[in-house]
């Protein structure tokens, strides 16, 4: 216990310097904290996440001059929404969320009210999170609440609570161990549950000081914009017609690879998808009609669209200067990504704004919402493609005046196939429907490579192997890539799945991902196997099989 000089209550200036502490705190030990991760691939890390989510606060109050109590704390509770990153930074912008409600009104804080500041606040939290797992940073938040309410019946003191509040929560993060078999197994505490008793050891700390504190904050992640409209002339275009068509494959067993191959030759922005009972394309051209007449040798069409893209920029520069507040459209469609590759797919067909991130770069619950603000849309749907993703997301909608939809997609492609079941015919519930429903029909795979040591799901792992990731779940480990393949393969045979993508990342020469995509092709001499130019990072491979 560190000596401090006694605090019955706290005002708003000493809530400043609590949160700014334990933003400094959380900053100079996220790398303990992320060392925490069982999991061997590179992951958006709790202890980053945390530590940008509550620094986008603390860089808030070190540049206001707001002295109030409750004002400080909303302002805390605000700055840390939009800077929340992953599951572990939302999380606890929920917590501090919920001190803001009962903190409302209050120009002092003792340990009553700091007992139902954190009880509120476990209450946001869990009531934001669909299935809440025992052994994580909400086990810890609640037990050491559940202590603050019974310590300030003994004694008033904002100090004395936070005190008991404090031990409790080790014991409970020590319990964590013996609350989750991963955790068990490792050897370790929970590592959002580590990330709150800091937090808590910080406040504690930043009673004794008497001085202001400020805040250097870490360098923020920017969205990744596309181009202007007005930035380029109808003279720039190269193929005119924007066509776009469905078919009803004649023949679900036919491989549509010449058809793609023709495509090529008559325009650029080709993407082509081929569910095995479908076809999807989209492709810019000046010879529409003849790309229309060769995909009726394949099939019949379900719909069809073709825009002149020179007088339709023409129309769009113009409607922007005549109507620059209104709405343009019902629909308008965010999704998070990296690699040129895999961003461009999602530009074809039909995504309006990127947000760069993902894996080891989860961005702010900020960033996405700032994506959000760009798009003139009515209803503006979300699609994370990472599971820690998703609840950041979620918050945008309490920020966004739209009527925000966020469909759920843990993948890229899950990502891809909402896409393809998007039809902007359709009103919001029909698509909302629609898109979470072809969640299902994709199977993704990813190889990516160890992060650290690990002895997991049986398997020893080494830095730097290759793991086979089967719908985020371990597959598979080994030194050699090509035994990853082969586990891959045998997924695949094993679920009957005959239409395949294969997205190669950054690190993969195109002669490399062919080689694999040949291989694949022999050992699975039924399916549809096509190859895309993805360029993500930390995965070599995206693998969708439906």
């Not at 989510?53 to 400080?72: C, H, P, R, W």
């Not at 920017?222 to 469905?246: G, H, L, N, Q, V």
């Not at 022999?522 to 990072?537: D, K, V």
């Amino acid at each position: 216990m560190i000596d401090i000089k006694e605090h019955n209550t706290i005002d708003g200036l000493d809530y400043r310097n609590l949160v700014i502490n334990a933003a400094k705190q959380l900053q100079l030990r996220e790398g303990e904290i992320n060392e925490l991760n069982v999991f061997p691939v590179p992951d958006g890390d709790t202890g980053s996440n945390m530590s940008m989510t509550i620094g986008n606060a603390a860089k808030a109050l070190s540049e206001s001059n707001e002295n109030n109590l409750d004002a400080v704390a909303e302002q805390t509770a605000k700055a840390m929404l939009r800077g929340a990153r992953g599951n572990s930074g939302v999380i606890l912008s929920l917590l501090f969320r919920g001190i803001a409600r009962a903190l409302k009104n209050s120009k002092s804080c003792d340990g009553i009210t700091l007992a139902e500041a954190l009880d509120e606040g476990v209450k946001s939290a869990y009531n934001a999170i669909e299935c809440p797992a025992e052994g994580t940073i909400l086990t810890v938040a609640r037990k050491c609440a559940e202590t603050a309410r019974s310590s300030a019946q003994i004694n008033n003191s904002f100090e004395y609570v936070l005190e008991n509040a404090i031990s409790s929560a080790e014991k409970a993060l020590s319990e964590t161990i013996e609350q989750n078999p991963v955790l068990k197994k490792a050897g370790v505490v929970d590592a959002g549950g580590m990330g709150w008793l800091l937090v808590l050891r910080a406040m504690e700390e930043a009673l004794a000081s008497d001085q202001s504190l400020s805040y250097t904050p870490a360098i923020k992640q920017e969205i990744k914009e596309r181009a202007d409209f007005s930035a380029f002339e109808a003279d720039d275009i190269t193929f005119t017609f924007c066509t776009e068509f469905i078919i009803t494959k004649k023949d679900s067993d036919s491989n549509t690879t010449p058809l793609k191959e023709y495509l090529a030759t008559m325009g650029d922005s080709l993407v082509m998808l081929d569910d095995g009972e479908i076809v999807k394309v989209h492709v810019h051209t000046n010879e529409p009609h003849a790309v229309l007449g060769e995909a009726l040798k394949w099939g019949e069409y379900e719909t069809v669209k073709v825009e002149n893209m020179r007088t339709q920029h023409t129309s769009k520069i113009a409607e922007l200067e005549e109507n620059p507040g209104e709405p343009l459209k019902d629909y308008g469609i965010v999704a998070v990504a990296s690699g040129d590759g895999i961003e461009e797919i999602f530009y074809q067909l039909g995504v309006d704004k990127i947000v760069s991130g993902g894996q080891t770069m989860n961005p702010s619950t900020e960033d996405i919402y700032n994506a959000v603000k760009e798009i003139r849309a009515k209803t503006i749907f979300i699609l994370p493609n990472n599971k820690n993703i998703i609840l950041s997301a979620e918050q945008v909608k309490e920020l966004a005046e739209e009527n925000v939809v966020v469909i759920p997609t843990k993948t890229i492609p899950q990502g891809i196939c909402s896409m393809l079941a998007f039809n902007c015919d359709l009103d919001e519930k029909e698509n909302e429907q629609s898109m979470r429903e072809a969640l299902g029909t994709v199977t993704t795979m990813q190889i990516t490579y160890a992060a650290r040591d690990s002895e997991f799901d049986g398997l020893s792992i080494k830095e730097g192997d290759y793991l086979g990731m089967l719908e985020g779940r371990l597959l598979s480990s080994d030194k050699k890539i090509d035994k990853i393949f082969d586990s891959f393969i045998n997924k695949i045979l094993e679920l009957n799945k005959e239409t395949i993508s294969i997205y190669y990342g950054e690190a993969v020469t195109e002669r490399e991902a062919e080689e694999k995509q040949k291989y694949l092709q022999s050992r699975l001499p039924n399916a549809q196997i096509e190859l895309y130019c993805g360029n993500q990072p930390v995965y070599d491979y995206i693998i969708s099989a439906e």
